[in-house]
């Protein structure tokens, strides 16, 4: 049931004492942790830490949230402040600047905002592949597979005509745009481009 | 007849209008590295603290000098420790971590009993005292927080990692 859920449903459960909603909670978005503690390049023993801090604070930090969409970007910014500090504690070897997290070497800088702005849509679609119903997003995941899975072998296990994969994939992809998920991560980016340039889509939610 | 899409602006660079690209970007989404089991568990046994401090005041931290930029201009920040200050409404709690363990004090000065709280359950608790002042040996690393109690009202801190 849990694993079926959408983001709010799965919020909402966990607020109320659901543990196996938490635990999805924990299985789509323990990636992405990981995935910003790598752009600061954290050692692995200390990115374990990083990431536990992370999860005891969203659990006291869960019943205010009021836009579940908005965790992914909750995760991002207070992963990366965790990273910032370590760094700062330890006298790592990135530079970065306090004030606003970028890292102080221009290109090291590009790399780590584009690493995180990946890791951020990579979120976006994972929970918006999680919206679509399980036969749907079975299909795309065995054409993203690399390589992707022959027609043949996706016809036999989806039971669906070899011609017909094609245009319900592009179906598929319609459905997959129109999710919660990806329609509140474009809302995010646009509002975020249009409140200058600069500043990516993960708004500071803090 | 070809159905109308929907078009998407303000697309960030992949354009997900088009279905090749969407498709290519769901690919590298699916390609993650497996998180390890451990980070997994510990990740799911946060669970077992919501609600538990639901009766005390959860106060946040205001200052913390390895985020500080005048410091950081001033010093390496290796010289000096890292020092904290939480605060609430009323009460609050500054602490210093150094290469002995943890000084702090409640603020404002009063008598109290800090506990030294890690993501396994209370570590270690020590009385604060006529000033509010209190010190623990070395925290074991990973998550901790302080809890403390007072005359005046009982508070917890947010979790930090040190």
């Avoid at chain 1, 119903?133 to 299909?139: D, I, S, V, W, Y």
């Avoid at chain 2, 088009?18 to 997994?40: F, G, I, K, N, S």
């Amino acid at each position: 049931m849990a694993k079926a859920s959408d983001l709010p449903t799965l919020v909402r459960a966990s607020v109320d004492g659901d543990e196996e909603a938490w635990n999805e909670l924990v299985r789509r978005h323990a990636h992405l942790v990981m995935a910003v503690t790598r752009q600061y390049r954290i050692p692995p023993a200390d990115a374990q830490d990083i990431s536990q801090t992370v999860w005891l604070r969203l659990v006291e930090h869960l019943a205010d949230i009021r836009e579940p969409a908005a965790i992914s970007g909750w995760i991002i910014t207070t992963t990366k402040h965790e990273c910032l500090r370590l760094l700062r504690s330890g006298g790592r070897t990135v530079p970065v600047d306090p004030l606003n997290g970028r890292v102080l070497d221009q290109s090291a800088a590009d790399d780590v905002d584009g690493g995180l702005l990946d890791a951020e849509r990579h979120q976006a679609l994972r929970d918006g592949l999680a919206e679509l119903a399980p036969q749907q997003r079975e299909l795309l995941v065995l054409l993203a597979a690399d390589p992707p899975a022959p027609y043949a072998e996706i016809s036999r296990r989806l039971g669906i005509p070899i011609g017909s994969i094609g245009p319900t994939r592009s179906r598929i992809l319609e459905k997959l745009r129109a999710t919660n998920a990806i329609r509140t991560y474009l809302e995010a980016t646009r509002e975020a481009a249009a409140n200058g340039g600069g500043r990516h889509a993960l708004a500071e939610l803090e | 007849m070809k159905p109308p899409r929907m078009e998407v602006d303000g697309m960030p660079s992949p354009n997900w209008n088009d279905d090749d690209e969407l498709m290519a970007d769901l690919r590298a989404a699916l390609t993650v590295p497996a998180v390890d089991e451990q980070v997994l568990t510990a990740a799911r046994g946060a669970f077992a603290w919501r609600g538990i401090d639901a009766d005390l005041e959860l106060i946040g931290l205001l200052y913390d000098s390895h985020l500080d930029v005048a410091t950081s201009v001033r010093e390496s920040p290796t010289e000096s420790p890292r020092t904290l200050a939480f605060h609430g409404d009323n009460l609050g709690v500054e602490i210093e971590l150094n290469d002995s363990g943890i000084e702090g004090q409640l603020i404002p000065a009063q008598p109290g009993l800090v506990t030294l709280v890690t993501a396994d359950g209370p570590y270690a608790a020590v009385p604060a005292d006529g000033v509010g002042c209190f010190s623990f040996p070395k925290p074991p690393g990973g998550p901790i927080r302080l809890e403390c109690s007072t005359e005046a009202g009982r508070f917890v801190t947010v979790w930090i990692t040190v």
